[in-house]
């Protein structure tokens, strides 16, 4: 997988408020501060950004009682590793990973209590690609924008995690955890299939490509990150002589064909605008799912039974 160029790494700062609790001794292959991102901003030129698999984002905050948009960490193929610099309590979600404090192995999809000092370690996950770590009172460094998330198209928010940072955690909310354990399915190792809605701009395509689109398999490049999601695979034919589309407004899940007529993914952090056509757009609950497939593994699209409107829906575990 590719990430986009970033600035050196620099400690996000902190609220007054709040000291720093956690410690960042590991990130493994790239891990982010994010939360439900900058909505309502696109007009400024502004992305939404926040986490890439926002159900699986949301369902680690609901497990310790935080508002769902509180700050968490995305950590890509496991390897992330924190300390503790007062007791805290966590959850881990997403991509099913071994999960250890201390090197004892704890639950996932599940509160879990973190001493003072102690080690929690990420490791490699058996399925998907993006695992969340949640802490009760959020991790509170300074918003940007009104959010805490890292756009690594835009540069917006704090750097991507680095060894050394130390990270404020909020207070508590008061409320207090109610679910021991949330048994919700993990992302699938094999084939993925994710609906979609043509459009809007099919009819800058051949009849075949739609038909192409659907019956066709589909491969993740290594080329994909947070911004977009390169796929491998037969060429979608665009109409001869309709010229070049003036830029225009862009959504998580467009499927955007550039002239190579390979179409590329959009997730979390895809650019505002774009010029080349959409031929259809992915489900708000299959971006999602999307959002954890490997590079290499392999998919299909199928169109959706619902009314257009609801294609952007959030989906709740």
Request: hydrophobic share 40%; net charge neutral; proline share 14%.
């Amino acid at each position: 997988m590719t990430t986009p160029p970033h600035p050196p790494n620099r400690p996000p700062a902190p609220d007054a408020a709040v000291q720093a609790a956690l410690d960042i001794l590991a990130t493994g292959p790239f891990a982010t501060l994010q939360d439900l991102g900058r909505p309502g901003l696109a007009h400024i030129g502004v992305g939404r950004s926040g986490a890439a698999d926002r159900a699986s984002f949301a369902l680690a905050n609901r497990l310790l009682a935080n508002p769902e948009d509180a700050a968490g960490i995305e950590a890509t193929l496991g390897g992330l590793a924190v300390r503790a610099l007062r007791p805290l309590l966590v959850a881990v979600t997403g991509a099913p990973c071994p999960v250890s404090v201390d090197d004892t192995p704890v639950a996932f999809n599940a509160p879990v209590e973190v001493p003072t000092g102690a080690v929690l370690r990420l490791g490699r996950p058996t399925s998907g690609l993006r695992t969340y770590l949640a802490v009760r009172g959020g991790l509170a460094v300074r918003p940007v924008l009104g959010s805490r998330a890292t756009d690594v198209l835009s540069g917006l928010g704090p750097d991507p995690l680095s060894p050394g940072t130390a990270l404020p955690v909020g207070p508590p909310p008061a409320a207090h955890p109610r679910v021991d354990l949330a048994p919700v399915p993990d992302p699938p190792a094999g084939g993925l299939t994710l609906q979609i809605v043509p459009g809007p701009r099919a009819d800058w395509f051949t009849p075949a490509a739609l038909a192409t689109l659907l019956e066709s398999e589909w491969e993740v490049s290594a080329q994909s990150d947070r911004v977009g999601m390169r796929l491998t695979g037969p060429e979608l034919e665009r109409v001869p002589d309709k010229g070049e589309l003036p830029s225009e407004g862009m959504v998580a899940g467009a499927l955007q064909v550039p002239p190579s007529g390979r179409p590329v993914l959009f997730l979390a952090d895809h650019p505002v605008t774009g010029g080349y056509p959409v031929i259809a757009v992915v489900t708000r609950a299959d971006v999602d799912r999307a959002a954890q497939a490997r590079p290499g593994q392999r998919l299909r699209f199928a169109t959706t039974v619902g009314p257009a409107h609801d294609a952007h829906r959030p989906r709740t575990p």
